[in-house]
């Protein structure tokens, strides 16, 4: 893996596996996973988000909401593109090993659209549309409006029109399934390459 050092973004399997859930080996893997992903479009060591929305969705130019936050949510660095160390403690986060907390607070990011620090109403929907455009599952709008209408009521305890993060691990500790049903149907597809602590970190919720 010398060679790999010139990659950007690169960093030694042994550390990361020291700041992640990982062990080594597993790096390891990740990174031939990672090559594979970076170079599926344009071959420069990074993952695009193009190359992110290929793997995830099989498509490289279909817009989602969904694979555009997890996208964000993995470039740390805010600059458009995913490097190796991004990707690993990233995905550290759905191994096994991963505290439940760590999990639930990447789901609450995940809804929190405009990164306010709380889940609107709006933002609410949006993903809710969107998770069931993915699905293809086609509800009317009133049905949609009933589901979120349902989904503030149970989580927004103090009223005030918001989910903040305590608020959402609350309702994620009453409604567990709420963490499968937002990444399986996402990570069942590129869980193809990946190691088997994927799927089996989703399979407990």
């Known amino acids: 893996m010398k060679k790999s050092k010139q990659i950007p973004g690169y960093e030694d399997p042994i550390i990361l596996a020291s700041e992640t859930h990982f062990t080594v080996n ?15 479009i344009i071959d420069d060591g990074l993952i695009h988000k193009e190359e992110f929305q290929l793997a995830l969705l099989r498509n490289s130019s279909k817009q989602n909401l969904f694979a555009d936050r997890v996208f964000d949510l993995f470039d740390v660095k805010r600059n458009g593109v995913i490097e190796f160390g991004e990707f690993v403690r990233s995905l550290s986060i759905f191994h096994p090993s991963a505290p439940e907390a760590e999990k639930i607070t990447f789901a609450f990011r995940l809804y929190d659209l405009r990164g306010t620090g709380y889940i609107a109403r709006e ?83």
């Open 26 to 40: 597993e790096v390891e893997a990740l990174y031939d996973l990672f090559k594979k992903l970076s170079s599926s």
């Open 123 to 205: 933002e609410l929907k949006e993903m809710v549309v969107s998770l069931l455009s993915e699905s293809e599952l086609t509800l009317s709008n009133d049905v949609v409006e009933s589901i979120v209408d349902k989904t503030m009521m149970e989580a927004d305890i103090k009223g005030d029109g918001k989910i903040d993060l305590e608020e959402w691990k609350e309702f994620a500790g009453r409604n567990p399934t709420i963490l499968k049903s937002m990444t399986l149907p996402y990570l069942r597809e590129i869980t193809l390459a990946f190691p088997s602590f994927v799927l089996h970190s989703e399979a407990r919720y």
